[in-house]
């Protein structure tokens, strides 16, 4: 019996390897034409597929041994079954494998359903724990179930071996079969352009770019942003309508502002439509694509990640795995659970979370490799200013006239070494041939300020550079009225030959470009929200700015004489403050924007609490 026994044991266990690491293939197989958005090459996607069988075959291991040598040790001593070993020299396994292999679909099922079903608390994410366990457990029966009538059949006629002994194989190898011919996200390239006369669109966004630092006087060393500013246009009052990073990102793809949306904060998720009227929100992305543009963007903070946000809509390819590691495995359960055990109870480190410039470019290329003659709309989002492990350039003369203190300069250096690389990409796209039918608009999302504080409406947050260089843009013009950031889509959308006066709350801006004038808006930025989920908000019009926190406190503060918003004085102008005060409350009322949390999964959760400490 013992050596009936092991022998059970390493077929029950084998067998657990191997159908866990079918479920594993074809969950890449799944997520591979669902979720996965970045560009994954065929070898790419085998390496996924192999990881991912690797991993689930360990979790059928673990789970399927203990069970064999429980199960093979219990049952299939009757005396049928001993009767029918003598007879037949085969050892019976209907009695107890099936009951292993149904237990390992439910756990591996179970695993890989789990980050899905903590999203439940989200707008269209999964249907809950109880019903995905229910799930995997009504799966895994109808496995054992089923195997229990195959092996039974097996055991007493000796038909079927085949398919026993290969059938879990074959079955293995048509999943790397079909993941490692699942379409690539993005396609190969149709070398056709679907509108000739109409330039290509290259939106960069930097997270935590001053104004001050990016521009013809900008206080750092930046020749790639010092040329495009002096051979194309500079908003030089831009205003961010939020100082949260994913709420800046949705007002820069869609026109619309935070408070129209309801996209406040970085837990939040971009709605499909709009609040209370639920007509169409479209985004830029969505709007190039029908045009017959090729659209890709390609994210350096995992804070917009494509599924938790919806930034990824109108996006043929949405690169957001900013974590060194297999491409497209933070899709995975598995690896999704491994992180969250990982950083249980800690915080992440930003390593996991943010991707330095120099790889996300690298990325951008490889797919213009493939879409180089196509109308092509691209967002690359950076964010060295803030990554501190970014070796930052220090070189006497990288920094004109740095912010006060190691953080000013290390915080100068960072954006001088991010220049390096955009420099090397204008630097690329003009020996392609690609940059004079390319318009390129680089824009900051929010400012930073060395505080240690979070992001506030009252300081350096607000202010963001504007540029934009390319086809219709005239050369050298600085634009000293005020622009709001949301007014970015609808600009771009009319300056690529789209006539657009407007999108959503923002408005074109080319004709301030073209010399004529436009009815000066006030710029209204929404803080990021407390730990109440209330936030402030401040108004800024070209002579003053106004804040107003949630429990009334109020600041102001004189842009005439103080253009970099350091001295609050709304001590001393009594007047002005209510002046300004009833111009916010004619534009909002009294409201006080709110943000309710949703539930968030644990990585979700983890993940923003570490981008906020690595601010």
Not at 231 to 257: C, D, I, K, M, Y
Request: with cysteine.
């Amino acid at each position: 019996m013992t050596r009936t026994w092991l022998f059970r044991i390493l077929r029950g266990t084998g067998a657990a390897v191997i159908l866990a690491m079918v479920l594993g293939g074809l969950e890449v197989d799944l997520v591979l034409r669902t979720s996965v958005t970045e560009v994954l090459h065929a070898l790419h996607r085998w390496k996924l597929w192999a990881t991912n069988v690797l991993l689930c075959g360990v979790a059928g291991a673990l789970v399927g041994l203990p069970l064999s040598a429980l199960l093979g040790a219990l049952r299939g001593g009757d005396p049928d079954s001993l009767t029918l070993h003598q007879q037949t020299g085969r050892d019976p396994s209907h009695a107890w494998l099936p009951w292993v292999l149904g237990a390992v679909v439910f756990v591996v099922l179970a695993a890989q359903l789990l980050p899905w079903a903590l999203g439940a608390g989200r707008p269209g994410a999964g249907p809950g724990v109880d019903t995905t366990t229910a799930l995997a457990f009504v799966v895994g029966a109808g496995t054992a179930l089923g195997t229990r009538v195959f092996l039974r059949r097996l055991d007493f006629t000796g038909r079927g071996q085949g398919i026993a002994y290969l059938g879990l194989p074959a079955a293995l190898m048509v999943t790397m079969s079909f993941a490692v011919s699942a379409p690539m996200a993005g396609g190969k390239g149709t070398g056709v352009r679907a509108r000739e006369g109409t330039p290509n669109v290259l939106l960069v966004t930097v997270d935590a770019l001053r104004f001050d630092h990016a521009g013809t006087r900008s206080r750092v060393r930046s020749p790639g942003l010092r040329w495009l500013a002096k051979n194309g246009a500079e908003f030089a009052q831009a205003v961010t309508p939020s100082t949260s990073e994913v709420a800046s990102a949705g007002a820069l793809l869609t026109g619309r502002h935070p408070l129209s949306t309801g996209l406040l904060a970085d837990s939040r998720a971009l709605p499909r439509t709009m609040p209370g009227s639920g007509k169409a929100l479209p985004t830029l992305p969505e709007l190039f694509a029908k045009e017959g543009y090729a659209t890709a963007a390609f994210v350096s903070s995992a804070a917009l990640d494509g599924g938790e946000t919806r930034l990824s809509r109108g996006f043929h390819v949405y690169d957001d795995g900013v974590a060194d590691g297999r491409r497209g495995a933070h899709r995975l359960a598995i690896h999704r659970l491994r992180g969250w055990i990982r950083d249980l109870g800690k915080t992440p480190s930003s390593r996991d979370l943010l991707r330095p410039s120099a790889r996300t470019v690298q990325r951008f290329g490889e797919w213009l490799d493939r879409h180089y003659r196509e109308n092509i709309f691209v967002w690359i989002h950076l964010a060295d200013p803030r990554i501190e492990f970014v070796n930052p350039d220090l070189r006497e003369d990288a920094l004109i006239d740095p912010l006060p203190g190691e953080a000013g300069a290390a915080y100068g250096g960072r954006v001088a070494t991010m220049d390096l690389v955009l420099e090397e990409m204008f630097k690329g796209l003009e020996a392609d041939g690609l940059m004079d039918w390319t318009l390129v608009v680089v824009a900051g999302q929010r400012g930073w300020a060395a505080s240690g504080r979070p992001p506030a409406v009252t300081d350096s947050w607000a202010r963001v550079p504007w540029i934009m260089h390319g086809p219709g843009v005239p050369k050298g013009a600085r634009v000293e009225r005020q622009a709001r950031l949301e007014d970015l889509p609808a600009t771009v959308l009319s300056a690529a030959g789209f006539r657009r006066a407007s999108l959503g709350d923002g408005r074109s801006l080319v004709p301030i470009l073209d010399g004529r004038d436009l009815v000066p808006v006030p710029a209204i930025t929404v803080g990021t929200p407390r730990g109440d989920g209330k936030a402030p908000v401040a108004l800024r019009t070209p002579e003053a700015k106004y804040a107003r926190t949630p429990k009334g406190g109020a600041a102001y503060y004189d842009l005439t004489d103080d253009a970099r918003e350091i001295t609050d004085v709304a001590p001393t102008h009594p007047g002005e403050v209510a002046a300004a005060a009833g111009l916010l409350d004619a534009t909002l009322g009294r409201f006080v924007p709110k943000v309710v949390v949703p539930p968030m999964d644990p990585g979700r959760e983890a993940a923003l609490r570490g981008l906020d400490a690595a601010l």
